[in-house]
């Protein structure tokens, strides 16, 4: 309905930008019509995920849930534990082939974030590529970033800005492309974050965002004031410990606690498996000179 007003507006905002716990308690939100309740459950649910809550989310989301509810639940049981994942798959693929609900927006957006995290960005792009959501097109840039295909990622911010040039998934989508072209494109990506943190409370996202600019742009000392600032908010967070692990090789600093924590609390972090296949090649070369 045109000119409606948006009650999820400062919800989905403070979910985009990493402010999870602020999500979770502005959530409290009378009169909503029965679609916009799941779609506020939805968002709750996936920043309790974000929070690693969890087996709150799998216990709370019952089978008579709707859909979209049902496809948080995927993702909480997906990341919760390694053993779970293949038969998370198999469920997803599942609903994915009943034509009943494959085609839900956020069952989609949950396909594609499962199977991006399994670096399987074909699958995921199936299920994402047609888009219908803004995070649907956020997501779909995110999976051609990773593909190193900066063309198509940029086809599709083109999309999102033609819907809403302002909308906060447009501009973090227009940092994340900026950062993946680099050069003179890196100061316009700082721009944007430091844009969100004069508007919003300051969020590991935003701090992580500025921090990654001020590396590309040689500014290693206040790259890392930032990042010890988001490692304040919150000591496990995995993008916090790989930044501040790259920001201190960089100034001269040891990194080795960083990269422990990285490796204790998400042993499967790219990061954490480079530096693993670097030691076994160098363990390697150590025998056959031995």
């Not at 038969?87 to 009943?98: F, G, N, P, Y």
């Not at 199977?115 to 956020?138: I, P, Q, R, V």
């Not at 500025?210 to 004031?225: I, L, Q, R, S, W």
């Not at 609390?265 to 000179?289: C, G, M, T, Y």
């Amino acid at each position: 309905m045109a000119g409606a007003p948006d009650h999820l507006f400062n919800l989905r905002n403070n979910f985009y930008l990493g402010a999870y716990q602020a999500a979770i308690n502005t959530s409290d939100l009378p009169n909503l019509s029965p679609d916009d309740a799941v779609e506020r459950d939805s968002l709750v649910y996936r920043s309790y995920i974000a929070l690693a809550s969890y087996q709150l989310v799998i216990h709370e989301i019952d089978d008579a849930a709707a859909t979209p509810l049902q496809a948080v639940k995927l993702l909480a049981l997906y990341l919760s534990s390694p053993e779970n994942k293949e038969s998370t798959i198999s469920s997803l693929k599942e609903w994915l082939a009943d034509s009943a609900i494959a085609n839900n927006a956020i069952l989609r957006l949950i396909a594609g974030i499962i199977f991006m995290h399994e670096e399987d960005y074909n699958e995921a792009l199936k299920h994402t590529n047609a888009g219908g959501t803004m995070e649907l097109h956020a997501l779909n840039v995110q999976i051609f970033l990773k593909m190193h295909r900066s063309d198509y990622a940029e086809k599709q911010l083109r999309i999102m800005q033609q819907i809403d040039e302002d909308h906060t998934l447009t501009q973090l989508a227009t940092a994340w492309l900026n950062l993946a072209v680099g050069g003179s494109k890196i100061q316009e990506a700082y721009l944007i974050f430091q844009d969100f943190s004069e508007k919003y409370p300051m969020t590991g996202l935003i701090l992580n965002g500025k921090a990654v600019c001020c590396m590309h742009m040689g500014n290693f000392d206040e790259a890392e004031t930032l990042l010890l600032e988001a490692l304040q908010q919150d000591a496990k967070d995995p993008e916090t410990l790989a930044n501040l692990v790259v920001c201190s090789l960089h100034i001269g600093k040891s990194s080795s606690r960083y990269l422990s924590q990285l490796k204790l609390s998400h042993p499967d972090h790219v990061l954490v498996k480079r530096a693993s296949s670097a030691e076994d090649n160098f363990e390697r070369a150590v025998q056959s000179v031995a």
